[in-house]
Each structure stands twice: as structure tokens, then as C-alpha cells.
């Protein structure tokens, strides 16, 4: 939720699809939203959506998903049901499906 860290991160992962495109290594990143992090892939007036928007549009190894936990919350707690932007996936739980990516052998990188 923070706008300097989300900043940072979405720097991150431009870097990460970026060197791997050069190194031509294969490169598959999902940025799974939790929390104050839903605020990311909210559509209503997400500060950083048209960049979010972006890293799926030109990136085709770029997965965006909310946990669907998180939306409830948000729902439950502060009346708020949350549209996503176009393209961005619900997970079940944020943590079922980090737990379902490492044990396919992928790598969890928290920013």
C-alpha cells in the first residue's frame, strides 16, 4: 500500500523480466496481491494500474493475482467490493499459492 515501496517493487520485477529477456533465459513472475497490496490491482484509482496494466500487456511471462482471502476481508471489513483490473486472476489464498509454486520448483521473492 505503500506508494515508494510499490514503486520499488514494480522497478524489481520490470529489471527481472528485462535480464532474463536479455540472457534469453525463460522467466514466468506472478505478483500476487495481499493485504494493502490490493490496492495495486484495485480499478478504482489504483495509483500504479496503467503500470500494472502494462507489465501484462507487454510482458507475456507477467501473472497478476489478488488472494481471494484478502478480497473477502476487504469486503467483510470495510464494505468494500473491490474490482480488479482487466487480466488480473484470483488466487484462493495468497499463501496456497506461493506454496503451490515452490513446490513446482519456483522461487518466492517477497518485495
Not at 503500470?51 to 507475456?60: S, Y
Not at 483490473?85 to 518466492?108: F, K, T
Amino acid at each position: 500500500a505503500d506508494p515508494q515501496r510499490t514503486q520499488a517493487a514494480l522497478d524489481q520485477i520490470e529489471r527481472l523480466v528485462a535480464d532474463a529477456s536479455e540472457d534469453a533465459r525463460p522467466l514466468q513472475v506472478e505478483i500476487i496481491a495481499n493485504g494493502g497490496g490490493l490496492d495495486l490491482v484495485r480499478s478504482d484509482g489504483a495509483p500504479q494500474a496503467q503500470r500494472v496494466i502494462a507489465l501484462m500487456r507487454e510482458h507475456g511471462n507477467v501473472s497478476v493475482l489478488a488472494c481471494r482471502k484478502a478480497l473477502e476481508r476487504l469486503s467483510y471489513v470495510k464494505g468494500v467490493e473491490a474490482e480488479l483490473l482487466d487480466g488480473v486472476l484470483i488466487a484462493p489464498s495468497a499463501l496456497d499459492q506461493i506454496l503451490m509454486r515452490m513446490r513446482q520448483g519456483w522461487l518466492y521473492i517477497r518485495v
